[in-house]
């Protein structure tokens, strides 16, 4: 069964001061680890996915890598706006359904 | 920029009662999923379904549970007796391709609240 598990759980941060998130796995046949963003009492929004080893993705603030046991998001000079969940899926060879974490909560403070 | 949509927002019901929540995918896509998410718990999968068919669900995805697509545009998920346990938010997702490129985009959202 794939697994997924991110850490933190929790990160405060200062407007500015970057960090990164981690989200380690088990998936057999990874065919894509998955970056979304989620609001309180909204659904999740598509941020980036990854699909080989090494590949590396950006947007804004925000850049994704991959490894073969884990991805890492990390958050550059972040702003209050940042300030959300960020949720770390999987999708295994045999699967249609993504396996999410827990998620981890940023809070940026000004 | 397309989005999904989902309706009601929120839904209170009783125990026992039966509740369809309701989705409207992106127009073109054709890969369709229900995922579930219990305060403060992970997002968890239940069904996914294309071409009128389940193509995967989950143990979650019980006798009491059913999807349906009654027309071109809208993608139902029935609950037939609600228990406390099923309150959660709903989450409605949809796909345009299948395979190595896929990307799934999710709704808003229902909540439900099983009294």
């Known amino acids: 069964e794939d697994q997924v598990t991110q850490s933190p759980e929790a990160l405060r941060l200062q407007e500015g001061e970057s960090s990164s998130l981690n989200c380690s796995y088990t998936?057999?046949?990874?065919?894509?680890l998955f970056w979304y963003r989620q609001d309180p009492g909204k659904g999740p929004e598509f941020l980036f996915t990854?699909?080989?080893a090494g590949e590396e993705k950006e947007k804004e603030r925000l850049k994704a890598t991959l490894t073969k046991k884990e991805s890492f998001l990390h958050i550059t000079a972040p702003k209050p706006e940042d300030s959300a969940t960020y949720l770390c899926?999987?999708?295994?060879?045999?699967?249609?359904?993504?396996?999410f974490g827990a998620g981890t909560t940023v809070t940026v403070r000004a | 920029e397309p989005e999904v949509t989902q309706t009601p927002s929120h839904q209170v019901t009783q125990m026992g009662q039966e509740v369809i929540l309701r989705c409207v995918p992106i127009?073109?896509?054709?890969?369709f999923y229900w995922y579930r998410q219990i305060l403060g718990q992970k997002v968890e999968f239940l069904v996914s379904?294309?071409?009128?068919?389940?193509?995967?669900k989950s143990e979650i995805f019980d006798d009491q549970f059913s999807v349906e697509r009654p027309d071109g545009s809208n993608f139902t998920l029935k609950i037939r007796s609600t228990k406390l346990e099923d309150s959660a938010m709903y989450f409605c997702?949809?796909?345009?391709?299948?395979?190595?490129?896929?990307?799934?985009?999710f709704g808003p959202g229902t909540r439900l609240l099983v009294l």
């Open positions: 997702a949809s796909s345009q391709y299948r395979g190595l490129r896929e990307t799934q985009y």
């Open positions: 998936v057999s046949g990874l065919r894509g």
């Open positions: 990854l699909y080989s």
């Open positions: 899926a999987v999708r295994g060879s045999n699967d249609y359904k993504l396996s």
């Open positions: 127009s073109n896509h054709l890969y």
């Open positions: 379904f294309y071409n009128n068919e389940i193509s995967e």
